[in-house]
Structures are given as structure tokens and as C-alpha cells.
T-cell receptor
Framework: DTEVTQTPKHLVMGMTNKKSLKCEQH?????MYWYKQKAKKPPELMFV???????INESVPSRFSPECPNSSLLNLHLHALQPEDSALYLC???????????FGSGTRLTVV | GDSVTQMEGPVTLSEEAFLTINCTYT??????LFWYVQYPGEGLQLLLK?????DKGSNKGFEATYRKETTSFHLEKGSVQVSDSAVYFC?????????????FGSGTQLTVLP
């Protein structure tokens, strides 16, 4: 299995909702990432997990809460989002010593 | 800090034309270099990579050579197809603590006309 699987593919949520994005990989990669991508822009790093521990938080608002329950799973919990948080959320993983990141196909989030 | 400067787009070419997308970088240490492609409505796919100076990455007719002396990693393809229409991102990766981080260029939109 050489894929990163993200669910759901599309999500529409209200500003008072709580939802979660899920990311899964079975490549044995020990580094996992969340990126946010706005239209026509490059991905922006949000969080990095290394060996299931949060190693980097790029000053992301607390309404985004990451979680890494085990080495294969990465979640992003969403609460009280704003319309400007609408974007494509990408998950990626990277193996130790490897130099290629594998990206999922993303969750397209719309906040209404 | 580390950065990637990428050719401004959009780029519009006719089918079978030659493609070059310029990419230069600034980094401490010895970065690995990548080209990613993003088709409409999709995530990023690794197109090719190079991990040390003078390495040439190649895939699907695309090539890029890691030039340390000019800090460049230009993407080329001899004959583009309509199906190559996408956004192309140059990126570099350096080790940072226990996880490597990926730094992207701004992206170049390529449109190939039949």
C-alpha cells in the first residue's frame, strides 16, 4: 500500500459545527503532516507529527486540533471555524531516510 | 530561511512544444529537491526528485537536474501534451529535528492547448 487516504473528500460545515478530518497510511512512515491549501496557492504547513508526537505547530489557531492516535492515523478536529478557513486540507507522510513525501488527495472544506 | 523561487505563471503552450519552468532555491545544508504536480481538483503527486548535486530526476518525459553551482532545479519536457495541463510546484526538503520539512515555491499553472 503506497497511498495516503483522506476522508471525507468534501465537507461543508457551519461555523458552530464540530467535525473531524481523517488521514491514514500503511507505509510505515513515522512523520505525518497537515497542510492547508487555498486556491492557486502552494500548500502551507500546519502541523507535523513525528513518531506520534506533535513536533511542529505553525501558529495554527486553536480551532484546529490535531491528533495522532497511532502510527497510521492522523486526525484534524475542527471547531468553530470561520469562512476564511475554507480550503483544501492535505495530509502527507514521509518515511525515515526517505526523501519523497506522499500526499493524500485532500479534503475540500467549505465553512458556511 | 529556506526558500524556493519559481517561475511566474501562467504558462500557455501548444501541444508538442518544449517546456521549461525555472526554479531556484536558497537553503542551508544540502536539501533534497522535488517537483510536484497538481491536477485540477486533486492533491499533489510527486513528479520527480533529486537528493544530491548533479542528480537528474525524470518521470513521464519530465526531467530536472540538481545544479548546486546555480542553486537551480529547472523542470523540462521536450514535447508537452494536453494532459500535462496542471499546476507544478518546485519544493525542497531539509532535515529539521526529527522530521523533514517541505518548502514550496509559489506554483506555475501550465495550460497546453491542442
Amino acid at each position: 500500500d503506497t497511498e495516503v487516504t483522506q476522508t471525507p473528500k468534501h465537507l461543508v460545515m457551519g461555523m458552530t459545527n464540530k467535525k473531524s478530518l481523517k488521514c491514514e497510511q500503511h507505509m510505515g512512515h513515522r512523520a505525518m503532516y497537515w497542510y492547508k491549501q487555498k486556491a492557486k496557492k502552494p500548500p502551507e504547513l500546519m502541523f507535523v507529527y513525528s513518531y506520534e508526537k506533535l513536533s511542529i505547530n505553525e501558529s495554527v489557531p486553536s480551532r484546529f486540533s490535531p491528533e495522532c492516535p497511532n502510527s497510521s492515523l492522523l486526525n484534524l478536529h475542527l471547531h468553530a471555524l470561520q469562512p476564511e478557513d475554507s480550503a483544501l486540507y492535505l495530509c502527507a507522510s514521509n518515511g525515515q531516510g526517505g526523501y519523497g513525501y506522499t500526499f493524500g488527495s485532500g479534503t475540500r472544506l467549505t465553512v458556511v | 530561511g529556506d526558500s524556493v523561487t519559481q517561475m511566474e505563471g501562467p504558462v500557455t503552450l501548444s501541444e508538442e512544444a518544449f517546456l521549461t519552468i525555472n526554479c531556484t532555491y536558497t537553503a542551508t545544508g544540502y536539501p533534497s529537491l522535488f517537483w510536484y504536480v497538481q491536477y485540477p481538483g486533486e492533491g499533489l503527486q510527486l513528479l520527480l526528485k533529486a537528493t544530491k548535486a548533479d542528480d537528474k530526476g525524470s518521470n513521464k518525459g519530465f526531467e530536472a537536474t540538481y545544479r548546486k553551482e546555480t542553486t537551480s532545479f529547472h523542470l523540462e519536457k521536450g514535447s508537452v501534451q494536453v494532459s500535462d495541463s496542471a499546476v507544478y510546484f518546485c519544493a525542497l526538503s531539509v532535515s529539521s529535528g526529527s522530521a523533514r520539512q517541505l518548502t514550496f515555491g509559489s506554483g506555475t499553472q501550465l495550460t497546453v492547448l491542442p
